[in-house]
């Protein structure tokens, strides 16, 4: 897996592409009315009046609208992707034998609820993404205000990950941690 984020990755290529056609079409527009460029003159008409305009054009004016709808329909959708891929690991000595399958969320799951009852740990949520070559843990843990990151990660490297690491027979996991802390219930922002 080599890249965990996708849907970020795109908004941000996106967000410099139109942002940067923007500024220059401003800074073009500007620099044009105020006669810095002389392409222009400020006081003649954007679009020259020939008349109609030819039908294959409006049809390709539309094609291009259905087209940047598509694709912004596209981008709305790689929002909702926030989890990474997961797959079905197959656990094969010999294949004449049979074979066993697991899915990663049925791998993940015991994991999930040891974090859950870590000390200052409100919520934990992990996905096990990758293939059994190239796993990686996404951990996302919601702790309460008064939870101590540092003390959950030490639990973490020192039992649950290593633990993990042993269930599903590996020697290196990587794993990414996200800590969110939790408003205590009652509590109110001021």
Do not use: C
């Not at 020259?48 to 709305?76: E, H, I, K, N």
């Amino acid at each position: 897996m080599t890249n965990r984020n996708r849907p970020a990755r795109l908004n941000r290529t996106l967000l410099i592409l139109f942002g940067s056609a923007l500024l220059a079409t401003g800074t073009f527009t500007l620099l044009t009315h105020f006669a810095r460029l002389k392409v222009l003159k400020p006081d003649s008409a954007l679009l020259p009046q020939t008349g109609d305009l030819p039908t294959w054009s409006l049809y390709a004016t539309a094609a291009a609208a259905v087209l940047a709808g598509l694709l912004a329909l596209r981008w709305l959708l790689a929002q909702l992707t926030r989890k990474p891929k997961t797959h079905t690991w197959r656990f094969e000595d010999t294949p004449a034998r049979g074979r066993t399958e697991l899915a990663a969320s049925t791998a993940i799951t015991p994991f999930i609820d040891e974090v859950n009852r870590y000390a200052g740990v409100d919520n934990a949520r992990a996905t096990l993404a990758g293939t059994r070559d190239n796993p990686a843990v996404a951990l996302v843990i919601n702790a309460e205000q008064d939870g101590e990151p540092a003390a959950i990660r030490r639990q973490l490297d020192t039992a649950g990950l290593p633990r993990l690491r042993l269930a599903l027979g590996l020697r290196v996991l990587p794993v990414t941690v996200e800590f969110r802390f939790s408003a205590k219930t009652g509590a109110r922002v001021r």
